[in-house]
């Protein structure tokens, strides 16, 4: 019991963590561009955030059974509890270095590189690709919900903004800037609450799964028999053969809470690198970005496919600089951020893997 009480507290602790690292994914651009305040940005950020995660479970439910083999391996509470621990260093190191990183990417190492020592190197452990016969999306595994979206996603987030800002320059070619920016500063408050929603639809709901994968855990194990009356909304049981974990309120309420409240923290390391160094925006441009960037994570949630909110808007925000003059974009600080980008699952992974390791050596675990 103590275990799984446990693995809610670090998997809250995570959300928090994603709350305010993840915050600048939707307000830098409207802090950048001066539109808000960071203060006004960082709460429309966070109420935003809070109602995107009370939206749906199609991400979650990826996270709870589309990638790890639950009949290979055993995912136990220590078993995710060293999963959230590798995504949660490997946040903090990226947030310490200003490099706007993916939380989502760094979770699903985390499960990955975990599963995999548990399952004593068993490769099978990991779902790879497991097609659907009734549409491709509701298909599960890594190559098909994280490999092939981690490479699409940033290219229509950059397609659209290059495309969208190349229309706004075009048809508003004999506007006056003044008008222009007056109009688009109060557009880019809307952009950004729509990014804020989209970013709570798809982020908070990794952690909703894991949540309710440690709980399905610590029920199928026994840990959970015999709760006080007040405590039996932690008992979860398995879904019948066929149909997909429902994820209760409580823990969609609480996630929400959390990385609202990360939120509100603020992250502006991350903030500097997408306002200010990659590229100089106006409100016309943010607001290019963060309607680009919002429509391809909302069609990601949709399809319950766990995209990284971060390489969307960076991307969205090269597009966007690339429409004005390719060299605007400070390719430099690009290319720092694609190098965390490709870390990031294999490294989070690689941390997990060697705590579960230890916890093994230390007869912890079998």
Same mark, same amino acid.
């Given at each position: ?7 809610? $507290?670090? $998997?809250?602790?995570?959300?928090? @963590? ?8 939707? @307000?830098?651009?409207? /802090? ?6 960071? #203060? ?27 990638? %790890? ?37 760094? !979770? ?5 590189? =975990? ?13 790879? $690709? ?20 981690? +490479? ?5 987030? +950059?397609? !659209? ?9 075009? +048809? &508003? #070619?004999?506007? #006056? ?5 007056? +109009? ?28 309710? &994968? ?46 609202? $409240? ?30 680009? =960037? ?18 969307? @808007?960076?991307?969205?925000?090269? *597009?966007?600089?690339?429409?004005? #003059? ?7 600080? %690009?290319?720092?951020? /694609? ?9 989070? *992974? ?5 705590? %579960? ?10």
């Amino acid at each position: 019991m103590t275990l799984i009480l446990t693995v809610i $507290a670090v $998997a809250l602790i995570f959300e928090y @963590i994603n709350g305010f690292h993840d915050t600048a994914n939707s @307000i830098a651009t409207v /802090v950048s561009t001066k539109v808000l305040t960071p #203060r006004q940005a960082v709460i429309l950020a966070a109420v935003t955030n809070l109602f995107g995660a009370m939206w749906g479970t199609a991400v979650a439910k990826t996270i709870t059974s589309g990638l %790890v083999d639950s009949k290979a391996v055993a995912m136990t509470s220590d078993i995710i509890i060293c999963a959230l621990v590798g995504a949660i260093i490997w946040n903090l190191i990226t947030w310490w270095s200003g490099l706007p990183s993916s939380s989502s990417h760094a !979770l699903i190492g985390g499960l990955c590189g =975990s599963a995999l020592a548990a399952a004593h190197n068993n490769w099978g452990v990991i779902i790879w $690709a497991q097609p659907s016969s009734v549409h491709w999306y509701l298909g599960k595994g890594l190559l098909c919900k994280v490999i092939v979206p981690m +490479f699409t996603s940033p290219l229509m987030g +950059f397609v !659209l903004g290059f495309i969208l800002m190349g229309l706004l320059y075009f +048809f &508003l #070619r004999k506007q #006056r800037p003044t008008k222009v920016n007056n +109009f688009f500063g109060k557009a880019q408050i809307f952009s950004a609450g729509v990014m804020g929603f989209m970013h709570g639809t798809n982020d908070a709901q990794k952690t909703m799964g894991i949540i309710a &994968l440690a709980l399905l855990a610590g029920t199928k194990a026994g840990h959970l028999d015999n709760l006080p009356g007040f405590l039996s909304f932690l008992h979860t049981p398995e879904p019948p053969a066929g149909k997909d974990m429902e994820i209760a309120t409580w823990i969609k309420v609480t996630c929400a809470l959390t990385m609202a $409240a990360g939120t509100a923290v603020g992250g502006w390391r991350i903030i500097r690198t997408l306002g200010h160094k990659m590229v100089k925006l106006h409100p016309i441009n943010g607001f290019a970005a963060e309607a680009s =960037s919002a429509t391809v994570i909302a069609l990601a949630s949709h399809l319950g496919i766990p995209v990284s909110t971060t390489h969307n @808007i960076s991307a969205a925000i090269m *597009g966007v600089g690339s429409a004005k #003059r390719f060299n605007a974009i400070k390719w430099v600080v %690009v290319e720092r951020m /694609v190098w965390a980008w490709l870390f990031t699952i294999p490294v989070a *992974g690689g941390i997990a893997y060697v705590l %579960v390791l230890f916890m093994q050596q230390a007869g912890w675990v079998p």
